[in-house]
């Protein structure tokens, strides 16, 4: 019985240390002495909240609060050695140097992890870096950053593997194999729905979908709905980084240049532009700049919006060879492209017809009729780039409604018209709802039932 009792205790130990969801438990706390005194608050997985308040920045948590100075980092995760399940930031107003979905550690060997990293900016400053991973020997699984608002001078989906902290330069990773870095992010996605950048007192800025310095990023999703990003640098990589896979689509805002690749490598990009205003585009890295940039495939999708430069771009520290890279530009014949260099042989232009059946309906109050949509493309077989694109909307709500999927649902009667865009392209299906008689007729043979019940039991109560 003994030797059981110990071979379970060993079992059970050995779980123990060998188990990788183990998570140390720390509560939030501030280091004043953070890169030479700057300080650094270290969220430990617990959910915080940065506000301002009588102008200082103040981060909360649970019933606690702390003052921090706008020279701050703020970490998600912990320091050396912590492993958390879930990082959540939401800065609503304030200023901060950084804020920082994962951890911090200088130690190979104390690496800092965390599963999930959230951060949701609604206002306040962002003096340096919003960063999806974490700093140096650190990584995240997934990290996910949605943006409203506020200004910023940097976006970073990875992390950061470069970094001067102590008056000192540190670095994690090699250069000939940063797909090998200690520094990882496996999945990152970032989303700006409206934001500002850079500083006002900045002459530029970076979103950056991949990492910085020599780290990893497994697949990134770089998602621009808006914002005022006129004097700033999207890019689907990052700067010396590895990025297996990065996806973008932008959908609005105002953007000064689009650039596949910076420094690094990418294996895959596709990018998909439904809106907005881009002033330079180009399928690999500016062609006036060096680039030691590596882009093995990329797929553009041009299908509204406006671009004033379109380029191939350059690759290999700024030689011409984006020829030896494959890639394909798919381009709407309506899509506003003021000056447009790349090959013709590179581009497929693509035409469109939307239809919907049927053209006219006829609805009662409260019953629900979905439109068909039907695209024809010329050349054929590319439909699905405009399915996903297609908005509705109702003239009279009071009337009909329309959802996303495109059902129609009658309100009351009168007449409505339901409108079907893709890009450029409109159709109109007229919907006229009438009194749904079956309900009136409902209506007063239930009245008529009730009435003769309560009828009938009266005269059972006088008689009986």
């Given at each position: 019985?003994?030797?059981?009792?110990?071979?379970?205790?060993?079992?059970?130990?050995?779980?123990?240390?060998?188990?990788?969801?183990?998570?140390?438990?720390?509560?939030?706390?501030?280091?004043?002495?953070?890169?030479?005194?700057?300080?650094?608050?270290?969220?430990?997985?617990?959910?915080?909240?940065?506000?301002?308040?009588?102008?200082?920045?103040?981060?909360?948590?649970?019933?606690?609060?702390?003052?921090?100075?706008?020279?701050?980092?703020?970490?998600?995760?912990?320091?050396?050695?912590?492993?958390?399940?879930?990082?959540?930031?939401?800065?609503?107003?304030?200023?901060?140097?950084?804020?920082?979905?994962?951890?911090?550690?200088?130690?190979?060997?104390?690496?800092?992890?965390?599963?999930?990293?959230?951060?949701?900016?609604?206002?306040?400053?962002?003096?340096?870096?919003?960063?999806?991973?974490?700093?140096?020997?650190?990584?995240?699984?997934?990290?996910?950053?949605?943006?409203?608002?506020?200004?910023?001078?940097?976006?970073?989906?990875?992390?950061?593997?470069?970094?001067?902290?102590?008056?000192?330069?540190?670095?994690?990773?090699?250069?000939?194999?940063?797909?090998?870095?200690?520094?990882?992010?496996?999945?990152?996605?970032?989303?700006?729905?409206?934001?500002?950048?850079?500083?006002?007192?900045?002459?530029?800025?970076?979103?950056?979908?991949?990492?910085?310095?020599?780290?990893?990023?497994?697949?990134?999703?770089?998602?621009?709905?808006?914002?005022?990003?006129?004097?700033?640098?999207?890019?689907?990589?990052?700067?010396?980084?590895?990025?297996?896979?990065?996806?973008?689509?932008?959908?609005?805002?105002?953007?000064?240049?689009?650039?596949?690749?910076?420094?690094?490598?990418?294996?895959?990009?596709?990018?998909?532009?439904?809106?907005?205003?881009?002033?330079?585009?180009?399928?690999?890295?500016?062609?006036d700049t060096a680039s030691s940039g590596e882009l093995d495939y990329a797929t553009i999708y041009l299908l509204d919006g406006t671009i004033g430069k379109l380029n191939a771009g350059t690759v290999k520290s700024g030689a011409l060879e984006i020829d030896k890279t494959k890639y394909k530009v798919y381009q709407v014949v309506y899509m506003t492209i003021t000056?447009?260099?790349?090959?013709?042989?590179?581009?497929?232009?693509?035409?469109?017809?939307?239809?919907?059946?049927?053209?006219?309906?006829?609805?009662?109050?409260?019953?629900?009729?979905?439109?068909?949509?039907?695209?024809?493309?010329?050349?054929?077989?590319?439909?699905?780039?405009?399915?996903?694109?297609?908005?509705?909307?109702?003239?009279?709500?009071?009337?009909?409604?329309?959802?996303?999927?495109?059902?129609?649902?009658?309100?009351?009667?009168?007449?409505?018209?339901?409108?079907?865009?893709?890009?450029?392209?409109?159709?109109?299906?007229?919907?006229?709802?009438?009194?749904n008689k079956k309900s009136t007729t409902f209506f007063w043979i239930s009245w008529i039932i009730i009435l003769l019940v309560i009828f009938t039991g009266t005269v059972i109560l006088i008689f009986f």
């Amino acid at each position: 019985m003994k030797k059981l009792i110990y071979m379970s205790l060993i079992i059970l130990g050995f779980l123990i240390l060998t188990n990788p969801k183990i998570y140390a438990v720390e509560n939030p706390y501030y280091d004043e002495s953070y890169n030479q005194q700057k300080g650094a608050f270290y969220a430990n997985g617990t959910d915080i909240t940065i506000e301002e308040e009588n102008g200082q920045t103040i981060i909360k948590w649970l019933d606690q609060q702390q003052k921090v100075p706008n020279t701050v980092t703020v970490f998600g995760g912990g320091q050396k050695g912590t492993h958390i399940e879930n990082s959540n930031i939401t800065m609503n107003s304030g200023t901060v140097v950084g804020i920082v979905g994962g951890g911090f550690s200088k130690e190979e060997n104390l690496i800092s992890k965390v599963e999930n990293a959230n951060i949701t900016i609604n206002g306040g400053t962002i003096s340096s870096n919003i960063t999806g991973g974490g700093y140096l020997y650190s990584q995240v699984n997934n990290t996910n950053i949605t943006i409203n608002g506020g200004i910023a001078e940097t976006v970073l989906g990875g992390g950061v593997a470069t970094l001067d902290i102590d008056g000192q330069m540190q670095y994690v990773g090699e250069a000939s194999h940063p797909d090998n870095s200690p520094n990882r992010v496996n999945n990152a996605t970032i989303t700006i729905n409206d934001i500002t950048m850079p500083l006002p007192s900045h002459q530029g800025g970076i979103v950056y979908a991949g990492a910085q310095g020599y780290a990893f990023v497994g697949e990134t999703n770089l998602i621009i709905n808006g914002g005022n990003l006129s004097k700033i640098t999207v890019s689907a990589g990052g700067s010396d980084d590895y990025v297996n896979k990065s996806n973008v689509t932008i959908t609005g805002g105002d953007i000064l240049l689009y650039q596949s690749i910076n420094r690094g490598k990418i294996k895959e990009v596709n990018v998909k532009v439904t809106g907005g205003n881009i002033q330079e585009f180009n399928v690999g890295a500016k062609s006036d700049t060096a680039s030691s940039g590596e882009l093995d495939y990329a797929t553009i999708y041009l299908l509204d919006g406006t671009i004033g430069k379109l380029n191939a771009g350059t690759v290999k520290s700024g030689a011409l060879e984006i020829d030896k890279t494959k890639y394909k530009v798919y381009q709407v014949v309506y899509m506003t492209i003021t000056n447009n260099t790349i090959p013709e042989e590179k581009i497929i232009l693509v035409d469109y017809i939307l239809s919907l059946s049927p053209t006219e309906l006829t609805l009662s109050e409260n019953f629900s009729k979905r439109i068909n949509i039907d695209f024809t493309t010329s050349p054929e077989g590319y439909e699905n780039l405009f399915v996903d694109n297609v908005k509705w909307k109702s003239d009279n709500e009071d009337v009909a409604t329309v959802s996303e999927e495109g059902f129609v649902t009658a309100v009351e009667p009168g007449d409505a018209n339901i409108t079907a865009s893709c890009f450029t392209k409109h159709e109109i299906v007229s919907v006229t709802v009438e009194e749904n008689k079956k309900s009136t007729t409902f209506f007063w043979i239930s009245w008529i039932i009730i009435l003769l019940v309560i009828f009938t039991g009266t005269v059972i109560l006088i008689f009986f």
